[in-house]
């Protein structure tokens, strides 16, 4: 099984955190300390902020169900005249179908409001179109809004040679033998690799699945190639929210809110946005709040059990 620098796949959320530890050097760097606020939800925040953007998994939804009254939030906030956004590392699929799912859930985004970082991915490939690029995604996953030309990477070793580049987008059905496809075919030639969810795992009922985050980091480590991430922590995806938001005004009237320190609370933070920190369900359930804090040198403006 691949590791990074040495990490086994994790099982808990101390060894998720661990595990983000140690591909630090690859993400932005910390704001610093700062005061970190308690708060029983979201509501004592409604005046102090103008745009607000929620991470979706651990937050507004656990798999295919919502939790309870996160809609109700997001609702409440839209009442009172604040712009509200999704923004997800979810890459596997095509933003309408993300919307549509969002909306099946009572979440009320639309394709304006939701922001997912294949989305930011794609923004960039379309303006290097032209190369023909092996895909990772799930082997049912849609690939027909993808720039051409394109092939999905499967168990043919000649189709990762035959790669100009490769964007990794989603990898429920990625194997360790693909991954070591993936790195002998770049061990000989080097080539740029584009990371749509930079997650190193994600909650699943029972276990942390691997995401393509922990892949990209694992052959970084395996043939010295840098992958370009486009969601969060990185700022593309945000860039992105600004420019969905049609927001211009001060960064500091931006609230993120998710469950991860590396990817939410850390990658807001270094756009200059404040971030509220969700520990009662999603990937940092049952975490020491202070010893992560502390350890990581993340520290949130807010934590709260739900929005
Ligand atoms: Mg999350």
Not at 9 to 20: G, I, S
Not at 171 to 183: F, G, I, V
Not at 271 to 282: I, P, R
Request: one cysteine or more; hydrophobic letters at 45%; a negative charge.
């Amino acid at each position: 099984m691949a590791t990074v620098d040495g990490g086994g796949p994790p099982t808990t959320p101390a060894q998720v955190l661990a595990a983000y530890e140690r591909v630090r050097d690859q993400l932005p760097r910390a704001v610093g300390e700062r005061p970190l606020r308690p708060l029983p939800d979201l509501a004592p925040l409604t005046d102090a902020y103008d745009l607000f953007l929620f991470d979706a998994f651990g937050v507004l939804n656990l798999g295919e169900r919502a939790i309870p009254d996160a809609s109700a939030r997001l609702q409440a906030l839209r009442a009172a005249g604040k712009t509200v956004l999704m923004v997800s590392n979810a890459a596997s699929v095509p933003l309408p179908r993300l919307v549509a799912k969002y909306q099946r859930l009572g979440m009320g985004f639309t394709a304006e409001t939701l922001v997912s970082s294949r989305e930011a991915l794609l923004a960039h490939w379309h303006a290097h179109a032209g190369a023909r690029m092996g895909v990772m995604a799930p082997d049912d996953g849609p690939l027909d809004d993808l720039p051409t030309p394109h092939h999905r990477l499967l168990d043919d070793p000649a189709a990762y040679d035959a790669a100009e580049g490769f964007v990794l987008l989603g990898s429920d059905h990625w194997t360790p033998h693909r991954q070591a496809l993936l790195c002998d075919s770049l061990r000989r030639h080097p080539r740029p690799v584009w990371v749509g969810n930079p997650d190193l795992v994600a909650p699943r009922e029972d276990a942390f699945s691997l995401e393509p985050g922990w892949w990209a980091a694992d052959l970084q480590r395996a043939t010295g190639v840098v992958p370009k991430a486009f969601g969060k922590p990185h700022a593309a995806i945000f860039q992105l929210a600004l420019a969905k938001a049609g927001y211009r005004g001060d960064p500091r009237r931006v609230l993120m809110v998710g469950d991860t320190l590396h990817t939410d609370v850390l990658g807001a933070q270094a756009m200059g946005f404040d971030a509220a920190w969700v520990v009662g369900q999603g990937a940092s359930a049952g975490l020491d709040v202070m010893a992560a804090v502390r350890r990581t040198g993340i520290w949130p403006d807010y934590v709260l059990p739900h929005i």
